[in-house]
């Protein structure tokens, strides 16, 4: 079968041919009907080296991944072939007490992990291939009606991963209160959404594209707001003066973690989930008064089947773009350009 793999830190991957997978007991191979390009795995591409992370290339790339069940190793009773099914992504040890609350992306024990802090198209192989291995079937959750895998598949990283970080802050957002997104793209896109489907807060979407600004009003956001000198002044109005109660930042550079602190009201959250490597001075007069950051991981297996459900009842709509596996580079380079509206999701089968 074909797969986009990576085959060293620092390069493009390359599509290339291996051999299809079979499944040992426990074990489950999925054929994958959708998987999203999402901008870690450019991070991966561009700037991460040996050392880093506890894995490392060669591997298939793709992280976030839907399909049908394809084969089943032996012992695993619970799901049956032509089921479809999401991957849940984080692959923990199983038997820890953060994996068996479903929150395998904080194992406690990496070691006994398939990869420590990884999971497939993160150090093992992923979904960017006809068909892609599954080590545990309790990492595949049935879609409910209503979810085609091509639109579950984003929402297994792109939509867990806001869902997550804006579940956590959920008693923040009152209906008198505002939260800001900063980037709108594949997971800024599903954030936006996901604030307004959970939550009466008012939002407000920071981008440097006016074609994403223009997606963030298309998915509900209330404000839209281009950084530059007049964006702290505009965000501080729309909030009625008080400043923002969680700041989303989708992004991680030093401009915008400098915008998300100068924005934040007094006991608010600021949660940096891109990794755009900045950092932000924390001092006693710098941040105001019980500001929490934090950074997040991924997302729970349980909050995971919470958001594949928003999915299906049509609360969140993934803006997907589709393109077959041969012309997954092109996805990454659009991605790259700034040139997607939402995800990038590579269909492997036609
Ligand atoms: P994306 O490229 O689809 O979206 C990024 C958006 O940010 C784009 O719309 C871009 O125009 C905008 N942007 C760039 N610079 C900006 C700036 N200075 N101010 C305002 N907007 C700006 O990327 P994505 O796939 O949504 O991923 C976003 C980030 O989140 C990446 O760094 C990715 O690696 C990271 N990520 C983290 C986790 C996690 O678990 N923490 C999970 C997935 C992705
Ligand atoms: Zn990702
Ligand atoms: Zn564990």
């Known amino acids: ?39 870690s795995d450019l991070h991966l591409m561009r700037e991460f080296q040996a050392g880093q992370v506890g894995w490392g290339p060669p591997f298939t790339l793709g992280h976030e991944n839907a399909g049908w069940v394809h084969a089943l190793g032996p012992g695993v009773a619970e799901l049956e072939i032509g089921q479809p099914v999401a991957v849940y992504g984080p692959w923990g040890c199983g038997t820890c007490q953060r994996c068996r609350l479903g929150i395998e992306t904080y194992c406690e024990n990496p070691r006994g992990a398939p990869v420590p802090g990884g999971g497939g198209g993160l150090g093992l192989d992923g979904g960017m291939a006809e068909y892609m291995l599954v080590p545990a079937a309790r990492h595949l959750l049935p879609l409910p009606d209503g979810l085609d895998p091509v639109a579950a598949a984003p929402l297994t990283d792109a939509g867990l991963t806001p869902y997550h970080a804006i579940r956590r802050s959920w008693a923040k957002l009152s ?11 594949g997971l800024g896109h599903l954030g936006v959404q996901i604030l307004k489907a ?9 981008d440097t594209r006016p074609e994403a600004l223009a997606l963030a009003r298309a998915c509900g956001a209330d404000v839209t707001v281009s950084p530059g000198h007049a964006a702290v002044a505009e965000i501080r109005e729309a909030s009625r003066g008080r400043g923002a109660d969680l700041v989303l930042d989708f992004v991680g550079n030093d401009a915008t973690l400098a915008l998300g602190v100068a924005v934040a009201r007094t006991m608010g959250d600021l949660t940096v989930v891109g990794l755009g ?67 990038a999701v590579i269909v492997p089968h036609g």
Do not use: K, N
């Open 1 to 39: 079968m074909r797969a986009l793999r990576l085959l060293e830190w620092r390069s493009d991957p390359v599509l290339v041919e291996v051999e299809e997978p079979r499944p040992s007991p426990g074990q489950v191979v999925v054929r994958i009907g959708g998987a999203g390009a999402c901008h």
């Open 175 to 185: 209906p008198d209160a505002t939260a800001v997104v900063i980037g709108v793209g």
């Open 198 to 206: 959970t939550t009466a807060a008012r939002v407000v979407a920071v």
């Open 277 to 343: 490597g900045g950092t932000l001075p924390i001092s006693f007069f710098s941040v105001p008064y019980e500001v929490s950051v934090q950074t997040t991981y991924w997302g729970s297996r349980p909050e995971l089947a919470e958001v594949l459900e928003l999915g299906a009842r049509g609360l969140v709509r993934v803006r997907v773009t589709t393109f077959p596996l041969e012309r997954a580079m092109d996805a990454y380079r659009q991605l790259e350009r700034g040139g997607l509206e939402g995800r």
